[in-house]
């Protein structure tokens, strides 16, 4: 059903009352990103899901440690998007001074929310940005019936002379959310995308909550990129790594690259808007048509923001307790 916008983050703001109102605007802002490009899994259901973010209380302030073109940034349980969107801006800072900036995140034990709210920002500040973020096990390893990585998302982005393009997959067949909303819905899932807590194919949702995700292509490099985002967004920053433990610091791993370094800004946001516009020239397989990740998001959120309103399953919004 569709619902007004500013109904929309007005239900969100009372659910969140108890934050901070500094942590709340972020939150709000990221979760309506969420569901004004269609990313239903990262929206308003993160307020009922197993680590709803409103539920997890600070222990301290949140600290930031520099070192040359690198900060480690400690959230303490403050808000997961808050912190983030903190880190962001301080590798945003960096690469403008340095060229290039590194931020570690740590102290979060909740989701980030969409990634590509943040590799926008990223992109508006005419950088490329790079960043991956680690949770609670619930994805297999190649060949593996257990859960070792997280669903384990990783995104890039690219400004250019029009829309930024930007990229922003998980490794595993689907979000631990999107199964939850799959769930809520009582919709069956894809064949070979989970397992039940015996190692056997499932397509029922709860099911799998009890097992595990399979990789997104069931293959040995999807299962090495899980890895690699779980030591880059882990131990590298000091987060936990092939945890099952919810307590555990996630962690997020942010890098941005100033392309003045390099080949010049504006010569590389040409290239990018030229390769873009090479793919979507290219010749279309038979009753398809070409188009490039993160295309359709952008145009349903600005869709979304021209009526201000924005279409939500009616299951979801009762399972938040916004109707």
């Known amino acids: 059903m569709f619902v007004k916008l500013d109904w929309l983050e007005s239900k969100t703001r009372e659910t969140i009352a108890h934050l901070p109102d500094e942590e709340i605007d972020i939150v709000v802002d990221a979760l309506l990103w969420a569901e004004t490009t269609g990313n239903s899994d990262m929206g308003i259901i993160k307020l009922a899901g197993t680590e709803p973010i409103q539920d997890v209380a600070p222990s301290g302030e949140i600290n930031t440690t520099v070192n040359k073109c ?181 962690g997020t791993f942010i890098m941005t690259i100033d392309p003045d370094i390099l080949c010049g800004t504006q010569v590389f946001k040409q290239s990018v808007s030229d390769a873009v516009k090479i793919i979507k020239e290219s010749k279309a397989a038979y009753g398809t048509q070409v188009r490039l990740p993160g295309e359709d998001s952008l145009r349903k959120r600005k869709e979304a923001l021209e009526i201000k309103r924005v279409d939500i399953d009616e299951r979801l919004l009762k399972h938040v307790g916004f109707m």
């Open 70 to 250: 690198a900060a480690s940034i400690h959230g303490h349980g403050h808000a997961a998007p808050y912190t983030t969107l903190l880190g962001v801006n301080k590798a945003i800072e960096l690469a403008k001074h340095h060229g290039v900036g590194i931020t570690g995140v740590t102290g979060i034990r909740t989701s980030t929310l969409c990634q590509t709210y943040y590799l926008e920002k990223i992109a508006a500040a005419d950088l490329i940005g790079f960043m991956c973020s680690r949770s609670p096990a619930v994805q297999t390893g190649f060949n593996s019936i257990e859960p070792l990585f997280g669903t384990n998302p990783f995104g890039f982005s690219f400004p250019s002379n029009e829309d930024p393009f930007l990229f922003d997959p998980s490794t595993s067949s689907m979000t631990w959310y999107d199964l939850i909303v799959k769930n809520i819905q009582g919709v069956r899932l894809p064949e070979l995308t989970a397992l039940d807590d015996l190692g056997n194919y499932t397509c029922i949702p709860q099911k799998a909550m009890e097992g595990a995700l399979l990789l997104r292509d069931r293959s040995q490099t999807n299962s090495m990129m899980a890895m690699t985002v779980e030591l880059l967004a882990g131990p590298l920053v000091g987060a936990a790594f092939m945890s099952l433990e919810i307590e555990e610091d996630w």
